[in-house]
């Protein structure tokens, strides 16, 4: 049926009209395609991975955090400004794709969206491009006159925020003129178009006039959206065709789970070439929106490090992207002055070696990505490169390296150091009694460290006196893996597991109970990739359930002012925040100072990623800056839950002359000494 608009429709796209509409998309959409093809040409450089598994979790992924916007909306200014700005975007290109398809023919019409569900879409519609407009202002404030620091602020983001800013106005002003001059029924639901249409009319706005503005409107509204089809690819914000793809396809496996290397098939160890990552590792390249949370949850880069994991993924995105053409011709011959190994590497000329070796591994820059980057695989890929493919490696890293090698721990020590704090004890060893019902894994630090020992004899007493069935392995255990592999040196975490789980295998070990946070996450979800698993507990895990059990008597609360330190392999690795809490607050009478940074943004030690193993001679000690936080909480005793964190706090605690003012515990020692034996 003709209606007054259907007409004024057909009036703007006569033959000349479909003509211009037909030619500008076929060459909007050409550019376009010609962009999207290299892009991928380009990932496919990278090597083959199967991510088109649990395609139930990618979905909900998908639905969560593209559509939900969950992880922007962890930072509620951007990330509001953000969700609406992605779901007008949404609406009007649902509207576009109707009036585009009505200039070539009249009753095109999208299922629903032109029935029923019509009213209910122009209310959406208008709502959305009102939510907009104040969302890009909002941006534009941000960027121009706030610029709190962390993101990018470039002159890109503003054309795109300026060119949004265009789509709505001239959306909402061409209907305005539209429903002006050929008013329906049904326009009563575009109230903000109806709104200006009212405003058009009271000013005298001729039939005639109003015609040749609603198709100004409308033909600059087209030629912006078109504008950003071709602009977008092309831009830093790439991220908006990409983020889609990159959370469908992010890694559903155990939180910094690094890969497994095949050492005997792999044609090079580690990365230093664009080609050497994942086809998902280069799409991760492709989707920084250069938001700058990486950077501002970094313990490195906030301590003056030479390390932004920003500037990581930037710089080699850039490098992708600027010698594109070189890399597609892979077989070319190396420039002159350059050999063919020389050519295309990354650590060095796009990467500094200083910047890779600052990362503590702490996850905080993965965890707070909202496009689920994982610079951390990139990092430890690359440290694997020069641990492995050049033997290069910090000095102390590489003396690190050399004594778990030779003695099965990161100091030297020997075997036999492991059983002194058990010395009047009567713990047993497995090899005098294998019919345990746990496996307490002690830890390198809590048995080879004269202050972290005092965590493993508070742990043990504590078994103890609940009633536990466990043994340790003495003098049998060794390093469980992680700083070798953090660090780099996957054949020497390989020949560590394996040596475990020999051990293991032949006492017949099901449940292991350990204290350090590192060692957890490793049996946890590494040694799975190598057929060892077990049932791991923390100790904070497991201290909380004999509590809840009445398998401990504890006496009266303690009385000083206490705080809890969110170790970052418990925490954001593992998701285990309340169990300790649940613990603090039985010995507080439910008092617990909670410290700004906690939980998943919770502020690095300083000790993950072999960082406990080397010096820190760059900037601000990471460990000083999380010691001053919890100082000025107020604080009079800090519990952490990781020999590491104790390591390192209590290390911040000398630098900062606060030994006076505060004290710090394992939670493990607090409950021990609140035993009533």
């Known amino acids: 049926m003709e209606t007054a608009q259907s007409n004024l429709q057909a009036l703007q796209f006569g033959i000349i009209g479909k003509v211009i509409l037909f030619l500008l998309l076929v060459i909007s959409v050409t550019i376009f395609l010609q962009r999207v093809v290299k892009l991928i040409r380009l990932m496919k450089l990278g090597q083959p991975e199967n991510s088109f598994g649990s395609f139930g979790k990618r979905l909900t992924s998908l639905l969560k955090y593209?559509?939900?916007?969950?992880?922007?909306?962890?930072v509620p200014y951007p990330g509001i400004a953000h969700f609406f700005i992605f779901w007008g975007f949404i609406f009007v290109v649902i509207g576009y794709?109707?009036?585009?398809?009505?200039?070539?023919?009249?009753?095109?019409?999208?299922?629903?969206?032109?029935?029923?569900?019509?009213?209910?879409?122009?209310?959406?519609?208008?709502?959305?491009?009102?939510?907009?407009?104040?969302?890009?202002?909002?941006?534009?404030?941000?960027?121009?006159?706030?610029?709190?620091?962390?993101?990018?602020?470039?002159?890109?983001?503003?054309?795109?925020?300026?060119?949004?800013?265009?789509?709505?106005?001239?959306?909402?002003?061409?209907?305005?003129?539209?429903?002006?001059?050929?008013?329906?029924?049904?326009?009563?639901?575009?109230?903000?178009?109806?709104?200006?249409?009212?405003?058009?009319?009271?000013?005298?706005?001729?039939?005639?006039?109003?015609?040749?503005?609603?198709?100004?409107?409308?033909?600059?509204?087209?030629?912006?959206?078109?504008?950003?089809?071709?602009?977008?690819?092309?831009?830093?914000?790439?991220?908006?065709?990409?983020?889609?793809?990159?959370?469908?396809?992010?890694?559903?496996?155990?939180?910094?789970?690094?890969?497994?290397?095949?050492?005997?098939?792999?044609?090079?160890?580690?990365?230093?070439?664009?080609?050497?990552?994942?086809r998902k590792g280069i799409l991760d390249l492709y989707t920084c929106t250069e938001c700058g949370r990486c950077d501002l949850n970094c313990p490195a880069h906030l301590s003056e490090k030479p390390l932004s994991p920003k500037d990581v993924i930037l710089n080699l995105q850039h490098h992708l992207l600027g010698s594109g053409e070189e890399l597609l011709k892979s077989k070319a011959g190396a420039k002159e002055g350059e050999s063919e190994e020389e050519k295309g590497q990354l650590i060095g000329p796009i990467v500094e070696e200083e910047a890779l070796w600052s990362c503590t591994t702490c996850y905080g820059c993965v965890y707070n990505c909202p496009v689920f980057i994982e610079h951390i695989d990139k990092i430890v890929d690359m440290r694997r490169y020069l641990v492995l493919s050049e033997g290069k490696a910090p000095p102390e890293a590489a003396t690190t390296l050399r004594n778990l090698e030779r003695n099965q721990n990161p100091w030297g020590l020997p075997q036999s150091s492991r059983t002194d704090w058990i010395e009047g004890l009567d713990i047993p060893?497995?090899?005098?009694?294998?019919?345990?019902?746990?496996?307490?894994?002690?830890?390198?630090?809590?048995?080879?460290?004269?202050?972290?020992?005092?965590?493993?004899?508070?742990?043990?007493?504590?078994?103890?006196?609940?009633?536990?069935?466990?043994?340790?392995?003495?003098?049998?255990?060794?390093?469980?893996?992680?700083?070798?592999?953090?660090?780099?040196?996957?054949?020497?975490?390989?020949?560590?597991?394996?040596?475990?789980?020999?051990?293991?295998?032949?006492?017949?070990?099901?449940?292991?109970?350990?204290?350090?946070?590192?060692?957890?996450?490793?049996?946890?979800?590494?040694?799975?990739?190598?057929?060892?698993?077990?049932?791991?507990?923390?100790?904070?895990e497991f201290v909380r359930k004999l509590i809840s059990e009445n398998r401990l008597s504890l006496k009266a609360g303690l009385k000083e002012k206490v705080t809890y330190h969110d170790s970052c392999y418990l925490g954001r690795y593992n998701d285990i925040y309340e169990s300790p809490r649940q613990i603090l607050k039985s010995l507080t009478n439910g008092r617990l100072t909670e410290l700004p940074r906690r939980k998943g943004k919770?502020?690095?030690?300083?000790?993950?990623?072999?960082?406990?193993?080397?010096?820190?001679?760059?900037?601000?000690?990471?460990?000083?800056?999380?010691?001053?936080?919890?100082?000025?909480?107020?604080?009079?005793?800090?519990?952490?839950?990781?020999?590491?964190?104790?390591?390192?706090?209590?290390?911040?605690?000398?630098?900062?002359?606060?030994?006076?003012?505060?004290?710090?515990?394992?939670?493990?020692?607090?409950?021990?000494?609140?035993?009533?034996?």
């Open 66 to 74: 593209v559509f939900g916007q969950r992880r922007l909306l962890m």
């Open 429 to 540: 060893l497995l090899s005098e009694n294998r019919e345990v019902e746990y496996l307490f894994w002690v830890g390198c630090s809590s048995s080879l460290d004269a202050r972290n020992t005092k965590i493993a004899v508070a742990f043990a007493k504590i078994l103890k006196a609940a009633g536990v069935s466990f043994g340790i392995l003495g003098e049998e255990e060794n390093c469980c893996g992680d700083p070798a592999r953090r660090m780099g040196d996957e054949y020497q975490f390989q020949t560590l597991v394996e040596t475990n789980l020999e051990i293991l295998k032949n006492y017949g070990v099901r449940k292991i109970l350990t204290i350090c946070p590192h060692g957890f996450n490793t049996f946890k979800y590494e040694y799975p990739q190598f057929g060892g698993d077990f049932e791991v507990r923390h100790h904070s």
């Open 97 to 278: 794709i109707t009036t585009v398809g009505q200039g070539f023919y009249s009753g095109f019409g999208l299922p629903l969206l032109d029935g029923v569900l019509k009213p209910y879409y122009l209310s959406l519609l208008d709502l959305f491009q009102l939510l907009v407009i104040v969302a890009v202002l909002m941006a534009l404030y941000r960027r121009l006159i706030w610029r709190p620091p962390g993101p990018v602020y470039s002159a890109g983001a503003n054309v795109l925020l300026f060119s949004i800013f265009a789509i709505m106005v001239f959306d909402l002003v061409g209907d305005g003129f539209k429903i002006a001059i050929a008013p329906e029924g049904i326009d009563r639901f575009s109230f903000a178009s109806s709104a200006l249409a009212a405003l058009f009319s009271s000013w005298g706005v001729s039939s005639s006039v109003g015609r040749d503005l609603y198709f100004l409107f409308w033909w600059a509204h087209l030629l912006v959206i078109l504008f950003l089809l071709d602009y977008v690819p092309y831009s830093k914000h790439l991220h908006i065709l990409t983020a889609p793809f990159n959370v469908f396809f992010r890694n559903l496996g155990p939180r910094g789970q690094l890969t497994k290397m095949d050492l005997e098939e792999s044609e090079s160890i580690g990365v230093n070439r664009i080609e050497d990552f994942s």
């Open 602 to 677: 919770s502020f690095c030690c300083g000790a993950g990623g072999g960082r406990m193993f080397m010096e820190e001679d760059v900037g601000k000690r990471v460990n000083d800056i999380r010691t001053q936080e919890i100082l000025d909480s107020g604080a009079e005793v800090v519990a952490s839950a990781c020999p590491f964190c104790l390591t390192m706090l209590s290390d911040g605690i000398k630098d900062l002359d606060a030994e006076e003012r505060l004290k710090i515990f394992d939670i493990a020692e607090l409950v021990s000494q609140s035993l009533e034996l």
